[in-house]
């Protein structure tokens, strides 16, 4: 199993300022996966985020937009740039344990509720 | 990429009644997942059934996954307050990466005392 500590829970933003959520596992862990959930919808991959290399990002989602910085094993932050009323989500980073296989469940951090004004 | 969809998008019962939500999904998959979101907050799992199985039990829960019709049921029975929430259904598609998951749009389950 892996615990996440996930930081801050919420945070209300002024339009064009930037937000940077804090993700830390208690394991070490090579991926890490980040989120975002619209406001009743599902969860949408942002990125992976691997140690020691460039974070992969899903189509729709770009680096400038969302910087992912992956310092070590048990780390990773999730930058919101220049944003608007549109990035009103709540984010999620998410691990699965390493050394089990494919079929294993993922965990999840309490996730960030945003609000862009 | 697949996007799985469930049935129904919301479903409101009594207290011990059973409650059935519907997951259907589009490419191969290595496993199917279930999880549970409270007010909008972190994801908890639930369950998991590979897509060998047919069936998984955990409790109160009860998975079916019929690969053949790329669809999947989760089952609540004796369902309680307590198991109000939003309900996902995952798929790890067999041509990903082993831990990428692609959600569906859920379930938002109520349940009334």
């Known amino acids: 199993s892996a615990v996440i500590s996930q930081k801050p829970s919420r945070d209300i933003c002024q339009r064009g300022t930037s937000l940077t959520i804090q993700c830390q596992v208690d394991?070490?862990?090579?991926?890490m996966f980040w989120y975002r959930q619209q406001p009743g919808q599902s969860l949408t991959l942002i990125a992976t985020?691997?140690?020691?290399?460039?974070?992969?990002?899903e189509s729709g989602f770009v680096i400038d937009k969302f910087p992912i910085s992956r310092p070590n094993l048990t780390f990773s932050t999730l930058t919101v740039s220049n944003m608007s009323p549109e990035d009103s989500s709540i984010y999620l980073c998410s691990v699965v344990p390493e050394g089990v296989g494919w079929n294993t469940e993922a965990f999840f951090g309490q996730g960030t509720r945003l609000t862009v004004v | 990429s697949q996007q799985g969809e469930e049935d129904p998008q919301a479903l409101s019962i009594q207290e011990g009644e059973n409650a059935t939500m519907n997951c259907s999904y589009k490419t191969s998959i290595n496993n199917l997942q279930w999880y549970r979101q409270n007010s909008g907050r972190g994801l908890v799992h639930l369950i998991l059934i590979r897509s060998n199985e047919r069936e998984k039990h955990s409790g109160r829960l009860r998975v079916t996954l019929d690969t053949s019709k790329k669809s999947s049921s989760l089952l609540i029975t004796a369902s309680r307050a307590a198991d109000t929430a939003s309900y996902f259904c995952?798929?790890?598609?067999?041509?990903?990466?082993?831990?990428?998951?692609?959600f569906g749009k859920g379930t938002m389950l109520l349940v009334s005392p």
């Open positions: 394991s070490q862990v090579t991926m």
């Open positions: 985020a691997n140690q020691g290399s460039e974070a992969t990002y």
């Open positions: 995952a798929t790890n598609a067999a041509n990903s990466g082993y831990s990428t998951l692609t």
